[in-house]
């Protein structure tokens, strides 16, 4: 075979970055056709960039593969593809990055997220990587081809060795992300699951007046607990409930109890720095009007603590302080799969071979949010999805 000889024809179907990343890695040995059904590629990639362009997480071994879940499913190809390596690879694509005071890492302060993806796609096009845009996966055929249906409504087959499926979740459909592939994979027999919101609000009943006077309001330094597992961080009261970096993580936990159940319970702790003691000492000898300036709680958090306690519980020292740190709240329900940062279910892990091929038909992979796995905000979601992409180098 000739120093640029290819060894046959990949099709990557899905535009998005787990799909950029294995074009990439591929375009070096085999032919590399990448199909989206947008205008443009890369449209999560650029809005995940509006709230603060967090790239990855600089945790690296064991703290970056236990945040995921199922725990096994990542692990090999974040070894492989880690957040140093990350951070390695957006510098050869002339993207320095720094840490933030919270462990996500950024690229350096002035660089846009459209700046991050126009060096990596013109890095693809030296790569020869083909892009065909307006091109919608409608289905498998008998041989597991893809069937794509372009805007003015015919349908192509274009065969390949392989191909890739990098065609996202259910959340943020503007972007592309609908999950109406799912129903495709269904008729072919391979096991899915149906999505679900992860890294969302939550909603809580809250009593009228809370809500109408401090919505969009944080509550800061906090800690959250659901059943074992126990979050500290910030959220924001909203309108209908919680959201923020707080809640997130705790979202598969509340996520299986309301599978079984009508509600969950949320513990709130707006004091997880101090003690019981400390925070009783901080009012043992102030008057009861005095105890929000003694215990540093803004306006929200102060409405928050009466509108959960009542004025006796309120008026004592002792059962005051333990409310602070023991709060309950009835979950009543996740937020919209739409509104979510994220999803799981997609194709079931046991459809698949460690090299996310399916057991079905080894020359088709599925890699990216498709694939039921789940990790918390950070930077961990886009490192997921890019490991996933890089892996594909299996290829060569």
Known sequence: MGKNAKRGRVNIIGGGPAGLMAAEVLAPHWEVHLYEK??????KFL??????????NHATGTALESVYHPVDLLHSVLRA?????????L???GIPTFVGSSGRVFPQRGIKPIAVLQAWLRRLQDLEVQFHLQHRFVGLTDDWQAQLQLSDGTVQVPMANY??????GASWSVTGSTGEWLDHFGRRGIPTRPFAPSNCGVE???PTALRQHHAGKPLKNIALTAGTYRQAGEASLTDYGLEGNAVYPLIRPLRDHLAQASTAELRLDLKPQNTLGQLHAKIADKAPRNYAKALRLDAAALALVKSSSTKAVFLDPSQLCRHLKNIPLTVRALRPTEEAISTVGGIDPAALH???SLRACERIFTIGEMVDWDAPTGGFLLQGCLSMGYSMRQLR
């Open 38 to 43: 947008g205008k443009a590629v890369g449209r």
């Open 47 to 56: 809005v995940a960039g509006k709230g603060g362009f967090n790239l990855t």
């Open 81 to 89: 593809f880690d957040s140093q390596r990350l951070r390695e690879w």
């Open 91 to 93: 510098a050869g694509l």
């Open 163 to 168: 191909t890739v499926f990098a065609l996202g």
């Open 204 to 206: 809580i009943d809250w």
């Open 354 to 356: 460690l090299n996310f």
